[in-house]
């Protein structure tokens, strides 16, 4: 990047990501997949480190944003933490984090449960930052 030049990030942090009424089926997959990203060296909450990272880095002028959506019935992403978990689950079973049947159980409710058009479905928080290259 040359000096002058913006650098941008637009990242996602897992805290925020939740549904209402609660459900035991959603708990547990999101603490599966927490185990899964432990293990494998992913940070479900990097975007809160964002603005730290880019002070780190040596950029001037950081600023974020905080954004949050709800996922209503007919978005494409309501069922994104079922999907993540289908995505995974080869891997999820082969580092045994799970058994088949209760993925599949666990899979099984939370789908059901998002199809219901009362269920309040959060999205991540998702931090935007960004900081220039000192001229």
């Known amino acids: 990047m040359r000096a002058g030049g913006t650098v ?29 990203s432990q293990i494998n060296g992913i940070d479900l909450f990097v975007g809160r480190r964002m603005p730290r990272l880019l002070c780190d880095a040596g950029l001037v002028d950081v600023c974020s944003r905080p954004i949050v959506h709800l996922y209503e019935p007919g978005h494409g992403r309501r069922f994104i933490l079922s999907d993540f978990v289908e995505n995974l689950s080869d891997r999820l079973l082969a580092q045994r984090l799970i058994a088949r ?35």
């Open 101 to 135: 049947d209760e993925l599949d159980e666990l899979q099984t409710a939370a789908r059901r449960h998002l199809e219901d058009p009362a269920t309040l479905v959060v999205s991540h928080l998702f931090i935007q930052a960004w900081g220039g290259k000192p001229g």
């Open 8 to 36: 941008a990030f637009h990242e996602a942090d897992g805290v925020a990501h939740v549904c209402d009424p609660p459900l035991e089926a959603w708990t547990r997959l999101i603490d599966v997949l927490a185990l899964y």
